[in-house]
């Protein structure tokens, strides 16, 4: 009585099947990435899904988009002769039926242009996706600054107004030892087993930091907008743009301004704000 051999290994099935599950996981990491909250608050307060944070999904969704691709080109490798007389046979379709054709081309074209525009409806998904972003950020549980977590915490206490010996001396009380002016939030946070917020909290004490804005939904408000915002005149809102080589008028958006010269909307946001 012989063993049946085993089946020989079916590569067309295979990469079916990849393309299959690799498109399942650019959609889930996709939606994810969509309501996530923004770097600022999802590395100050160490967010998380499933266990995986900001990063490691967005590392799932890049690393696996290349791969579809990579996976589509040998579908369509496997099934050429198949993909090729089904092309010719929808051009000739195509061909006799302009009309469908030219909508369809119109339309591709036509939001694409809206989408880029920023117009609705197709620029309000882009809203939608920054309002759910948004929707994490709660006054008090975000950083001073954008990516406090990076820096000194000489340079933190200068940019807050909390005095470096009192921000050492408070982290010393709180059970966050071996503070010195050179180290980070993320270090002290990472050493103490604690997140970048809970470090913060203890640094300022009681002492009221001074909280620069973090530039979240500011790109699409112009100067006037924000310099009333921050209790700014506008005219010393537009002296202290000048003086960092950004010419500026009242009705000019903050991310035109800050695409205009090559910087960020938040580096801007701060210039307004005197930080």
């Not at 040998?74 to 054709?101: D, V």
């Amino acid at each position: 009585m012989t063993r049946n051999a085993p089946a020989r290994f079916q590569w067309r099935a295979f990469v079916t099947l990849f393309v299959t599950l690799s498109f399942v996981l650019i959609a889930s990491s996709g939606i994810v990435l969509y309501v996530a909250p923004p770097g600022r608050v999802a590395h100050w307060a160490v967010w998380t899904l499933v266990g995986l944070d900001r990063e490691a999904w967005q590392a799932l969704h890049t690393v696996f988009a290349f791969l579809f691709v990579l996976a589509g080109a040998f579908h369509l490798y496997f099934n050429w002769r198949i993909f090729w007389s089904y092309l010719r046979s929808k051009l000739s379709a195509g061909i006799r039926m302009k009309r469908e054709l030219g909508l369809a081309t119109a339309l591709i074209f036509g939001i694409g242009a809206l989408t880029l525009a920023g117009l609705p409806p197709f620029g309000t998904v882009m809203e939608l996706g920054e309002a759910a972003s948004a929707s994490w950020s709660v006054k008090g549980a975000e950083p001073p600054v954008p990516h406090a977590e990076i820096l000194t915490l000489e340079r933190l206490a200068s940019i807050t107004e909390v005095p470096l010996d009192q921000a050492l001396s408070n982290l010393e009380s709180a059970g966050v030892t071996g503070a010195t002016a050179g180290s980070t939030i993320a270090a002290l946070a990472s050493t103490h087993g604690r997140t970048p917020e809970e470090v913060w909290v203890a640094l300022k004490g009681t002492q009221v930091a001074k909280e620069v804005p973090s530039g979240g939904g500011y790109g699409r408000k112009t100067v006037a907008e924000v310099c009333t915002q921050l209790e700014v005149s506008p005219e010393e809102g537009l002296a202290r743009l000048r003086s960092q080589g950004l010419d500026a008028a009242l009705e000019t958006s903050l991310k035109d301004l800050a695409d205009g010269h090559g910087r960020h909307p938040h580096d801007v946001l701060q210039i307004l704000a005197g930080a």
